[in-house]
């Protein structure tokens, strides 16, 4: 079975920090990572990631993926109050994806 | 506004009953996804339709079933239902079958009493 695993489940931090967000998989047919933020209602797309080693970037966001270790980082510095949310990390594969379930972060003030 | 429609936003209703749960995707996407979030299982896919045909199945449970219509929405059915089928309820599209680029609609708060 499919499995996502992602790690602290929360954490919280004080503006102005740098957080880190883990996310472990075994899937069968892997094409793609993909992390989504979820604050009160539907998940919204933060970063795909198909490729080891390439970083993408997107603001204070980044995130990394690492094929060989079938693990991803999603990275938030500076954070601000407004990043308070679930963070979730998905897998796809043949027709699905196949979530983790999620890590909390709350900034505080 | 993601461009997919979901109702009824929220639902409440009794032990035993049947609830249909409905999803309008994006314009031009022809596939629909349902999931299932709840507490204590996180984002649980459920089923997939590509151009009215089902394509794919998760853990969905035999009390349920779905259906995409010629005009590309998509139907949730959920039947003799139980206290532990309160979730979310979300539905997504995309343009082609198997789309990495998933849009979310923004759920049905679904509660059994």
């Known amino acids: 079975e499919d499995k996502v695993v992602q790690s602290p489940l929360s954490l919280v931090v004080h503006e102005g920090d740098t957080v880190t967000l883990n996310c472990s998989y075994e899937?069968?047919?892997?094409?793609?990572l993909l992390w989504y933020k979820q604050e009160k209602k539907a998940p919204t797309f933060l970063f795909m990631l198909?490729?080891?080693?390439i970083e993408k970037k997107s603001g204070r966001l980044s995130s990394i993926l690492d094929k060989k270790e079938l693990f991803s980082i999603l990275n938030i510095t500076a954070t601000q109050t407004g990043d308070s949310a679930v963070y979730l990390c998905?897998?796809?594969?043949?027709?699905?994806?196949?979530f983790g379930a999620g890590t909390t972060v709350t900034v505080r003030a | 506004d993601s461009g997919v429609t979901q109702t009824p936003k929220h639902l409440i209703t009794a032990t035993g009953q049947r609830v249909t749960l409905r999803c309008s995707p994006r314009?031009?996407?022809?596939?629909v996804y349902w999931y299932q979030q709840s507490l204590d299982q996180g984002l649980q896919f459920l089923i997939q339709?590509?151009?009215?045909?089902?394509?794919a199945k998760g853990n969905i449970l035999e009390r349920f079933s779905a259906q995409q219509f010629p005009d590309l929405h998509s139907e949730l059915n959920l039947s003799s239902l139980e206290l532990g089928d309160s979730a979310l309820y979300f539905c997504?599209?995309?343009?082609?079958?198997?789309?990495?680029?998933?849009?979310f609609g923004s759920g049905t708060r679904l509660t059994v009493v």
């Open positions: 997504a599209s995309s343009v082609i079958q198997g789309g990495h680029g998933y849009t």
């Open positions: 899937v069968t047919n892997f094409r793609s």
């Open positions: 198909t490729s080891s080693g």
């Open positions: 998905a897998v796809y594969n043949d027709y699905k994806l196949s």
């Open positions: 314009s031009g996407d022809l596939s």
């Open positions: 339709y590509y151009n009215g045909e089902e394509r």
